[in-house]
């Protein structure tokens, strides 16, 4: 069991790592699995076909050729679609109040993402330290 670190405490501050390499090596052993966090990279790459997935895009508008297609940019700067399924439940929906939307969903033969949700992640956010992000969730799965 990974040992308590008591944050306001001055006593503790030696801990952080203590505490971090026992929270890795309990990790190594099991841990929850999570919904991947992806780039656009990663999902051209075929790996996460028919898997459920997270990834934040830059809302570049709705296709011209089908409304229930909608466009984004990736934190790499890749660009992806996602398959919005309209109902007469969805259709009251006017469209995204910020520019950067998390969407997860169901990644398709085609690389288009099948929506289940999305979370709305504001206007601004640093596409640059996100994907680097990204890349730390791949390197690290134990931590997210």
Known sequence: MAQELKVNNHENEGLVDVVMQDYLNEGQKSYVPTIPRINGAMLMSKEFVRKE????G????CSMVNKNILNFKASDGIKFNTLVNISDEINEWKGFKSNYIEIRGIVQENNNILLQNYTEYGNNLNFKLWNEFVILTHQYPQLF
Request: aromatic share 12%; glycine share 12%; charged share 10%.
């Open 53 to 56: 997935i997270s990834i934040i």
């Open 58 to 61: 830059k809302f570049q508008g």
